[in-house]
Each structure stands twice: as structure tokens, then as C-alpha cells.
């Protein structure tokens, strides 16, 4: 069994306030675009393994994909084991939650495989004790994300368009971003009730209009790169740019295949390393 892995972008990202529990409150609108991963799930006896594509990131038990498989074992007792082959296209720790739609993947497929008949609704508590963004990624489409992140409201679909995705050769821990956020370093504050209006009057300029992440507080800062990269992808005519997440990946949209295409072609010849051409995706089951 073979299963697409979605990243995900954050149209508009509030930080809003710090809890008890070390966790910060947020509310996000969240959108899956097309850059995926492939996860390859072969039944077998027992155990769980783990291959991945990529020397770069660790096939071991400290894999979202593993820990997702690991869960889902030791909550049901199940006797039965897995391989999981991961093919890494989304790149690793760029505001693009590719370790948390690998392990959401993980969570369906082996609902499936194994034939665990678990809820949606099951899946997604099992998926919140993973990461926040975990739940997110098993439903995708378009959604309102409260809580940590995991409390979610579907929302209608946003209109298509194509998503330039641009990364500089930089890591950013999501942790480090959080735990430097200071409210009074804001500069635009995410209008979250507007960013919903234009989803729900199907209105991509409105989407654009309102694209607002409060962690660019923090993340550019630190990483003045970031922000040249959105200036440029608006010189090169992007209708708008944003970070994504906790970055460092900034993502801009088009209407037109065509543009986007050199859109990028033009941050590659700036020397940006990571540059991909996505396109938004509605909910997939
Ligand atoms: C910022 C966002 C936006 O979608 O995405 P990424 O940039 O990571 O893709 C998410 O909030 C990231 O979610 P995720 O990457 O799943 O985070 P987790 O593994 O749950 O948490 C990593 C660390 O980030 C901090 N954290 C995370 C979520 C949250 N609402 N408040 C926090 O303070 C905590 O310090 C936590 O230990
Ligand atoms: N399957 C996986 N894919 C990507 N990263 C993973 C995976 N499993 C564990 N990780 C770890 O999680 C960290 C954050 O990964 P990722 O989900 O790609 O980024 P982000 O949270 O910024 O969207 C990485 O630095 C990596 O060490």
C-alpha cells in the first residue's frame, strides 16, 4: 500500500498565548498543497522497520513514521508488524510539516493494512500525542486549527492556485522559534475572522490580502534571507508571499502555471536552493 504524505502551508499562523503546559495557543488556517512524500507500508510478522530514501534524516525509532507506527501498535496490542519505505520530497524542518504528514500517513495506512477499523476521531487523539500538527495533516484540505493545533474546524475549500515554495539553506527549529515568540514583536497581527471571510466568499485576492504569520517575528529576523525572498518572489509577481509555519520556507501564489514556473525559475537563478512549484490540494480521504 502506498500513501501520498501531504505538506501543508499556514495562509494566516496567531501565537496567542503561552499555557501552562509549555505549549503555546494558536489559531492557524492551514492548507494542504501537492509536494508530498510517498509511504510504502508491506505487512509483515512482528515487527516494524523502517527505510527511508534520504542518509540525511534518521531511520530509526526517533522517526515520526516509526513513532506513528510504534503508537498505533502498542494502543491496539496488535501481533502484526510493518515495513515502511519513506520517500522524502518535502524537505526536512522547513515549516512544511513533512514529518507530520509522513506520520499521518502512517496512522491511515495501518488502519487499513492492519484492519484496526479505528475512527477518524481515534486516529486523530492517537495522531495529537505525535505532534501538533499531526491531526491536521490526517484530514488536510482546509481548516481552522486551534488549541496546540490539533482542535480542528473544516473550512471551505481555498480556490486553486499554484504555490511557489522557496527554502534557504537554513534550519529552523520549530521549538527555538516558539520559545523566542514576544507578542509586542509583532508587526501585523493575523486577521483570522478576514483570512476565513475570503475562504468562505471563495475569494483568492482575499486569501491573499490577508496571508499573516506571527512567528515571522521571530524566524526573520534571525534570518534576514527570508525576507528578501519574499520581496523577491513579489518583484517577480507573486499576488502575495508569507512564511511558512516556523519557517524558513516562504511560499508564494499564482493563478498561472506559467508564471509561477518563472517565478521560480528566477529565485533558482538568485541561488535559492530549495525551490518546488505546488498547487493547493481539497480534501483527500
Ligand atoms: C509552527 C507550526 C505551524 O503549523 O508548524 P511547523 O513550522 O513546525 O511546520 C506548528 O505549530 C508546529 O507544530 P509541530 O511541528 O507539530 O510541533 P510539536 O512537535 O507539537 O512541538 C514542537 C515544539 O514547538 C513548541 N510548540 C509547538 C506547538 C505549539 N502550539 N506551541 C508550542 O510552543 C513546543 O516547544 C514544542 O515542544
Ligand atoms: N519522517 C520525518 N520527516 C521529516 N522530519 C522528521 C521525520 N521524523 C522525524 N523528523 C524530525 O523532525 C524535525 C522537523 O521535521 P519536519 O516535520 O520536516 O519540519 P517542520 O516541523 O518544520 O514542518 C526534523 O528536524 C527531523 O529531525
Same mark, same amino acid.
Given at each position: ?11 494566516? +499562523? ?101 484492519? +484496526? ?169
Amino acid at each position: 500500500m502506498t500513501i501520498k504524505a501531504y505538506a501543508k502551508i499556514n495562509l494566516a +499562523l496567531d501565537v496567542l498565548y503561552k499555557r501552562p503546559d509549555g505549549y503555546h495557543e494558536v489559531a492557524m488556517i492551514m492548507q494542504a498543497i501537492s509536494l508530498n512524500d510517498t509511504v510504502a507500508l508491506t505487512s509483515q510478522p512482528a515487527t516494524i522497520n523502517l527505510s527511508v530514501n534520504i542518509p540525511s534524516l534518521a531511520a530509526d525509532t526517533s522517526n515520526l513514521a516509526y513513532r506513528a507506527a510504534a503508537l498505533l501498535k502498542e494502543y491496539t496490542q496488535t501481533e502484526q508488524g510493518v515495513h515502511i519505505y519513506l520517500e522524502k520530497r518535502i524537505p526536512l524542518a522547513a515549516g512544511l510539516a513533512g514529518g507530520s504528514a509522513d506520520a499521518a500517513a502512517v496512522l491511515k495506512g495501518l488502519n487499513q493494512l492492519w484492519e +484496526l477499523n479505528l475512527s477518524l476521531d481515534e486516529l486523530s487523539k492517537l495522531a495529537a500525542r505525535l505532534g501538533s500538527d499531526v491531526p491536521f495533516c490526517l484530514y488536510n484540505g482546509t481548516m481552522l486549527a486551534t488549541g496546540r493545533g490539533e482542535v480542528l474546524e473544516p473550512l471551505p475549500p481555498m480556490p486553486h492556485c499554484y504555490v511557489v515554495l522557496a527554502k534557504p539553506a537554513i534550519e529552523v527549529p520549530t521549538a527555538w522559534v516558539y520559545g523566542q515568540f514576544r507578542a509586542s514583536e509583532v508587526c501585523v497581527r493575523p486577521d483570522i475572522t478576514a483570512m476565513r471571510e475570503a475562504l468562505v466568499s471563495s475569494s483568492l485576492a482575499g486569501v491573499a490580502r490577508h496571508l499573516a504569520n506571527a512567528l515571522e517575528s521571530v524566524t526573520i529576523p534571525a534570518h534576514p534571507e527570508i525576507l528578501k525572498i519574499k520581496e523577491d518572489m513579489l518583484a517577480y509577481g507573486a499576488m502575495a508571499a508569507l512564511m511558512s509555519g516556523s519557517g524558513p520556507t516562504v511560499f508564494g501564489l499564482s493563478e498561472c502555471l506559467e508564471q509561477a514556473e518563472q517565478i521560480a525559475g528566477q529565485l533558482r537563478s538568485q541561488g535559492v536552493p530549495e525551490v518546488f512549484i505546488a498547487e493547493t490540494v481539497s480534501k483527500v480521504e
